[in-house]
């Protein structure tokens, strides 16, 4: 079956993006979208490439280039990644497109809007930190309790 899809990089979806910052916020809202409507995990590896891994197999990296959606399938069988990538542009290509244009054109929206999820949105990392310091102020209060009937 590989054979069918060794020429797939070859071809892709000229998304008609004009710059290369309109290309970064397409791969990452397609990679975001991959995560959270398809339950892939993806790694981004540069700004318009990531990863794409299902069950544990890694499938494929997405990637725009010149404007052009690619898939560079490593799986034998990509095709339901192919599939996904088609219903996305099909669905969210003008929303997209429609989204960057307004943020591009509103910097002072897009600059409350990264100031409020810098804020708000809290990285993994910063999450884990905040759990291990609450338990460790509660396991503080505790022992504080244990010498509270002398």
């Known amino acids: 079956m590989m054979d069918n899809f060794k ?3 070859n071809f892709g979806i000229d998304l008609k993006l004009e710059t290369e910052e309109a290309e970064m916020f397409y791969c990452e809202t397609l990679r975001q979208w991959f995560m959270d409507d398809k339950d892939y995990v993806t790694i981004s590896v540069t700004d318009r490439e990531f990863e794409l891994e299902k069950d544990g197999e890694l ?3 997405v990637y ?4 052009v959606l690619r898939l560079k399938p490593i799986q034998d069988d990509p095709i ?3 599939i996904d990538i088609l219903e996305f542009v099909a669905k969210h290509h003008k929303p997209t497109i429609n989204t960057y ?7 002072e929206v897009s600059n409350d809007i990264l100031r409020f999820m810098s804020e708000y949105v809290k990285t993994d990392e910063e999450k884990e930190l905040e759990a291990e310091s609450e338990e460790a102020l509660e396991d503080e209060e505790e ?3 244990d010498w509270e009937w002398i």
């Open 7 to 9: 020429n797939i990089e």
């Open 59 to 61: 499938i494929g990296v």
């Open 64 to 67: 725009i280039f010149d404007s």
């Open 80 to 82: 339901e990644a192919l």
């Open 101 to 107: 244009n307004y943020l591009n054109e509103n910097e």
């Open 143 to 145: 022992d504080s309790d």
